[in-house]
C-alpha cells in the first residue's frame, strides 16, 4: 500500500497525543502529577495540539476535506466515521480537564474527566487501528495483532512525551521512568509478534483471483493498461519491500534501542541532563513509530496487486 | 446509509461475463467509459490523455492473463469491473454513506455529493473494482450502467449495461442471478460459473464461466516432421556442403 505521508504523520502523531492524554487522565485522576496549573496547561494543550496536529493532517488526503463533516454519520458501521466520532468526543473531557488543571480544581469532576479522556483515549487509537485491521484484502493489516500494536505505540510515545513535560518543568520522573520502560518493551514486543504472524497462509493467489486455477498457475500476459492508474498508485506499492529488512532494523535500533536508552537516561540524570535525555527519547522514540508506521504501509500487500502480475506471497 | 441491506435483496442484477467467448477487443472497456463519462455522475476524466503518462478513471478494464504451461497453456481475456457483492465491505467502511447498496436490486453505488474521497472503499474492494476520478475527487465505480437499464426512453432492446450491448462476442450477460430462472442463472449453472476470490468472503454477484475444454487436443501436440538436415554429412548434398563450405 502507498505510504502516504500525510496519514503516517496523523497516525503516529496523534497516536502519541492520545498515548499523553490516556497518561494525563489516569495520572490525574489517580492524583499523582504535579498540581501545578503551568504543568497541567501545557501538558494538556501539548496533547491536545498533537491530536488536532494529527486529524488535520488527515484531511489532506481527502479528495473533499470541506465535506470531512459527513464522515461523523456512519458510525454503525464504519471504523472510520468511529474514529472520527470518538476523536471528537475525546475533546470534551480533556479540554475539560486542561481547564480543571488550569484553574486548580482537584477531586470529583477531575477524576470524572480524567477518566473520560483516558478512555476516549483509547477507544479512538483502538477505532484507528480498526480501520486496517478490520480491511480483508491487505492480509498484514486484517491480522490480530494490528490493534494491540497502535495501542502499544501510543503508549510509548505518549509516555516518552509526558517524561520531557515533566523534565522540562523540573518535575523529578520516578514513577513513569519504569512506566516508558516497559512501554517501549511491550509496544515493539507486540510489533515483533506482527512481524512474526503468518500471512501466507489462506491468501488469495492468481489462482484464485482469477478462478483460473484448474488450468494451470496464471500469470499476466498483458497488462489492462499502458501506464499507471489510481489502483496501482494507491495499492500496489513495491519500493518499501526491497528494502524492509533494512528499514525495520533501523527502526528497532531507534525506535527501541535508542528512545530505551534515552529514556533510562533521562531517568538517571536530573536537572538539564533529564530534560536532553528526555528529548532525545521523544525524537528517537518518535522517529522509530515513523518509520514503524511507513513499513506498516509499504510492506501491506493489497489482492489487487494478483491482477497486475504479483505472485502469491511466500 | 453505509449499513448493508437488512434483507437479501429480491433482485441481484449483475454480469456474467463468459471467459471462454472474450477475445480482449477492448470495446466494453471503451463502450463503459464513453456511456459513463456523459451520464449523470461527474465525468470519468483523464489526465495527460494524450501524452506520454495517459492515466484516467476507467470502470471495467479488460486483463489478459496466461494459464497452464506449454501446449496445455491459454491465454485468457478477462474483464473485470465491480462485482456488485452481497458482503460488500467497501460499503460499510464508507464513513460518509456516500457509498450504499441498493435494497431492490443490490447494485452498489456512490452518491457522489457526499463522497470525500477518502479512498477506504477502494482499499476494502479486493478486486480493484473501484477509482478515484482525477478531476472530480470522488470515487468512481461501474453502476451497472443504472440510467441505461430502466430508462424507458432506450428501446428496449438496449436497456442493458453499455458493454453488455456492445460486446461482440456476446462474452457479457445481464441478469437478476437471484432468480433461478433466469437466463444468466441457467448460464451460471449450465457452465460452471464461478466467483473471483471466494475465500475473501465478500460473495459477489457477477459470475465468471470457465474457458471451454479444448476439443481435439492442443497445439500440435504429436511430433513434428523433421527439417531438412542442414549439414549433412554424406552423399551429394553433402559434397554440395562441403564445396560451398571452403
Ligand atoms: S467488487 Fe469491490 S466495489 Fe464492487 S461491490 Fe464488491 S467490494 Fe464493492
Ligand atoms: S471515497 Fe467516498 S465512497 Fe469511498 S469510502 Fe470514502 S467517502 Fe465513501
Same mark, same amino acid.
Given at each position: ?33 504535579? +498540581? ?76 470524572? %474527566? ?25 492480509? +498484514? ?45 511491550? %509496544? ?33 500476459? +498483458? ?10 498508485? +494507491? ?76 505472485? %502469491? %506471497?511466500? | ?14 454480469? /456474467? ?5 472474450? /477475445? ?5 472497456? /471503451? ?44 491465454? /485468457? ?170
Amino acid at each position: 500500500m502507498h505510504p502516504a505521508p500525510s496519514i503516517i504523520v496523523f497516525t503516529a502523531l496523534s497516536g502519541a497525543g492520545y498515548g499523553l492524554l490516556f497518561l494525563l487522565g489516569l495520572g490525574s485522576a489517580g492524583g499523582v502529577l504535579p +498540581e501545578s496549573p503551568a504543568f497541567g496547561g501545557v501538558a494538556v494543550g501539548l496533547a491536545l495540539v498533537m491530536v488536532s496536529a494529527g486529524l488535520v493532517s488527515s484531511t489532506f488526503h481527502l479528495g473533499h476535506p470541506e465535506r470531512a463533516w459527513r464522515a461523523l454519520s456512519q458510525w454503525r458501521s464504519s471504523w472510520l466515521s468511529r474514529e472520527g466520532v470518538a476523536a471528537l468526543l475525546t475533546y470534551i473531557p480533556a479540554v475539560a480537564l486542561g481547564l480543571l488543571w488550569v484553574l486548580g480544581a482537584r477531586g470529583g469532576w477531575t477524576i470524572l %474527566a480524567g477518566l473520560g479522556t483516558a478512555a476516549g483515549a483509547v477507544v479512538t487509537v483502538f477505532c484507528t487501528s480498526m480501520i486496517y485491521g478490520s480491511l480483508k484484502p491487505v492480509a +498484514e493489516w486484517h491480522q490480530p495483532w494490528v490493534p494491540p500494536v497502535y495501542l502499544g505505540f501510543a503508549l510509548m510515545t505518549g509516555a516518552l512525551w509526558l517524561m520531557l513535560v515533566l523534565a522540562l518543568f523540573g518535575q523529578p520522573i520516578g514513577g513513569l521512568g519504569l512506566l516508558a520502560t516497559i512501554a517501549i518493551l511491550l %509496544a515493539w514486543g507486540l510489533k515483533f509478534g506482527s512481524w512474526r504472524h503468518p500471512v501466507a497462509e489462506g491468501r488469495p493467489t492468481p489462482e484464485t483471483a482469477t478462478g483460473l486455477g484448474a488450468f494451470g498457475t496464471v500469470r499476466m500476459l +498483458e497488462p489492462p493498461h499502458t501506464q499507471s492508474n489510481y489502483l496501482l498508485n +494507491e495499492m500496489a506499492f513495491r519500493v518499501g519491500r526491497k528494502h524492509a529488512e533494512r528499514l525495520r532494523k533501523i527502526a528497532v535500533m531507534v525506535g527501541l534501542g535508542a528512545s530505551l536508552i534515552l529514556a533510562l537516561g533521562a531517568v538517571a540524570s536530573g536537572g538539564a541532563g533529564a530534560t536532553v535525555a528526555a528529548a532525545g527519547a521523544v525524537v528517537a522514540g518518535m522517529t522509530g513509530v515513523l518509520i514503524e508506521r511507513w513499513l506498516f504501509f509499504a510492506e501491506a500487500r493489497h489482492t489487487v496487486a494478483l491482477y497486475y502480475g504479483e505472485p %502469491a %506471497a511466500a | 446509509m453505509t449499513s448493508l441491506p437488512a434483507s437479501t435483496p429480491p433482485k441481484q442484477l449483475g454480469l /456474467v461475463i463468459d471467459l471462454d467467448t472474450c /477475445v480482449g477487443c477492448q470495446a466494453c472497456v /471503451v463502450a463503459c467509459k464513453e456511456w459513463n463519462t456523459g451520464g449523470y455522475p461527474a465525468p470519468l476524466s483523464d489526465q495527460d490523455p494524450y501524452g506520454a503518462d495517459a492515466r484516467g478513471a476507467w470502470l471495467n478494464r479488460v486483463h489478459g492473463f496466461e494459464a497452464g504451461e506449454g501446449a496445455d497453456g491459454m491465454t /485468457v481475456h478477462f474483464p473485470k469491473s465491480c462485482l456488485h457483492c452481497a458482503d460488500a465491505a467497501c460499503v460499510t467502511v464508507c464513513p460518509t454513506g456516500a457509498s450504499y447498496k441498493r435494497d431492490e436490486d443490490g447494485i452498489v453505488l456512490v452518491e457522489e455529493d457526499k463522497c470525500i474521497g477518502c479512498g477506504l472503499c477502494a482499499w476494502a474492494c479486493p478486486y480493484g473494482a473501484r477509482e478515484l476520478d482525477g478531476v472530480s475527487k470522488v470515487m468512481k465505480k461501474c453502476t451497472l450502467c443504472i440510467d441505461r437499464i430502466y430508462n424507458e426512453n432506450l428501446p428496449e432492446d438496449e436497456r442493458q449495461p453499455a458493454c453488455v450491448n456492445t460486446c461482440p462476442a456476446h462474452a457479457r450477460h445481464f441478469g437478476d442471478l437471484a432468480d433461478p430462472e433466469s437466463q444468466v442463472s441457467k448460464l451460471v449453472a449450465e457452465r460452471g460459473g464461478f466467483d473471483l476470490m471466494p475465500e475473501m468472503g465478500y460473495r459477489p454477484t457477477n459470475k465468471y464461466l470457465p474457458p471451454r475444454p479444448r476439443s481435439g487436443g492442443t497445439g500440435c501436440g504429436g511430433t513434428v516432421p523433421a527439417l531438412e538436415d542442414a549439414d549433412p554429412a554424406g552423399g551429394f548434398l553433402g559434397w554440395v556442403d562441403r564445396m560451398l563450405s571452403r
